[in-house]
């Protein structure tokens, strides 16, 4: 859909450090995407790309609220120990960090650990069955 089209370049904008370029782009997909009533993980992925692209422009108060709002997002459409659950929590902490909010930032880390954990977990599980089922051929 054009809501990822321009998503898509705005992602593109942004990994050149083109900030001003993607955040017009980045909002206009959000605001699409919302109008179709699409609040679900890909309005959360745009979000949270919105916030990196404030980060980058050292606008890390707005970033922070922005993870926010993506955070509440994944944890009300996908399951609490979903990867990019725990990849927000990082970012959050990050942005703790450089806001000096260190407590905040040690609460995130602490809840962003166990995450990771499971999904290292699972993909080397993933890895063994099929590596297992290989062997086995």
Known sequence: SYSYQLYNLATLYREQALYHEAKPLVRQAIDIQMELGSEHASVGFMIRTLADIYSG?????EAEQL????LEIFRNTLSVDEPVVGYVLRDLASMYIRLDRLDDAKYNLDLAFPIKNKSV????SSYNSHRNTDVKR
């Not at 422009?57 to 108060?61: G, I, K, L, V």
């Open 57 to 61: 422009q050292a606008r890390y108060e």
């Open 67 to 70: 993870l926010t709002r993506a």
């Open 121 to 124: 977990k699972r993909a080397r």
